[in-house]
């Protein structure tokens, strides 16, 4: 128990600059995929949110979700299915059309005109769109403002340099009275280079703090015995909820 305690105490890290250079590339998660080194995938669905769901809806319906950097995340049906419509975006076409496949959903697909080159895949019942395309591209293709984010495995997994461009995007994304679940994790930035890449407290504040307010929810200790390969004895995962100030 203590050692639960100690780690879930967890003070944050001075050294976050050390990550601050460290680029993937879009082919590079391409790879991933095709190379399915997907680990980040949770097949059961990410449990913080099952756990605060109800309260994340408020009670409220039709509701728009958006989900940066989307994967094939099985949350997105869990909104789906409450009547929410979801966005999604996803630069790897195979991680959407794994999403429908074991979704058991019919889906049909268009080029995004805004984004040569990119396309939309969109449920039959047409209340799931997944653009595939950079999250940078997305604003060029106009998909309007959303009343709840679900950030898990996106901040995470944004190369550091390209934060603020990441955060102004969500901002300008976020319709009245949003509310922003985001789940960062922490760990010794000087063990292990990322992703998913180191967020602390302070980051958070700079990159939302003119626009929202942030409360930490929950810290829990995810660490696993594959994540000793990553050089970390720890790793906790902390669920924040923004909202506008
Ligand atoms: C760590 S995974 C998390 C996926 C999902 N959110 C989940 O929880 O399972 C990050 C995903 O973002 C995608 N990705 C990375 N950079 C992206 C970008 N700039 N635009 C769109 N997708 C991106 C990757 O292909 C990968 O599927």
Not at 119 to 126: D, P, R, Y
Not at 196 to 223: N, T
Request: overall charge negative; glycine content about 6%; aromatic content about 12%.
């Amino acid at each position: 128990m203590d050692a639960i305690r100690t780690s879930l105490d967890i003070k944050e890290y001075p050294d976050t600059e050390v990550q601050k250079n460290r680029v993937l590339t879009l082919e590079e998660w391409q790879e991933k995929w095709v190379e399915r080194k997907i680990t980040f995938h949770q097949e059961q669905g990410h449990q913080l949110l099952k756990k605060y769901l109800d309260t994340f809806l408020k009670g409220e319906s039709g509701l728009r979700v958006f989900f940066p950097l989307c994967g094939k995340a099985v949350e997105m049906k869990w909104f789906a299915d409450r009547g929410h419509s979801v966005v999604g975006v996803e630069i790897s076409e195979l991680g959407i059309r794994e999403f429908f496949m074991e979704q058991n959903l019919t889906y049909s697909e268009e080029p995004i005109t805004e984004i040569p080159g990119a396309k939309v895949f969109k449920s039959s019942l047409g209340n799931i769109s997944l653009y595939c395309c950079s999250l940078f591209d997305l604003p060029r293709a106009n998909i309007g403002k959303f009343d709840r984010i679900w950030d898990r495995g996106a901040l995470v997994a944004i190369n550091p340099g390209d934060r603020k461009r990441y955060a102004d995007i969500m901002l300008s994304l976020m319709r009245k009275g949003v509310q922003y679940l985001l789940s960062v994790l922490s760990y010794d930035p000087t063990k292990h280079g990322g992703p998913p890449f180191y967020v602390s407290d302070a980051e958070i504040e700079k990159l939302f703090g003119s626009v929202c307010s942030h409360q930490c929810l929950e810290k829990v200790d995810v660490f696993e015995e594959r994540h000793r390969s990553w050089g970390i004895d720890h790793l906790v995962e902390k669920l924040y909820l923004l909202t506008e100030k």
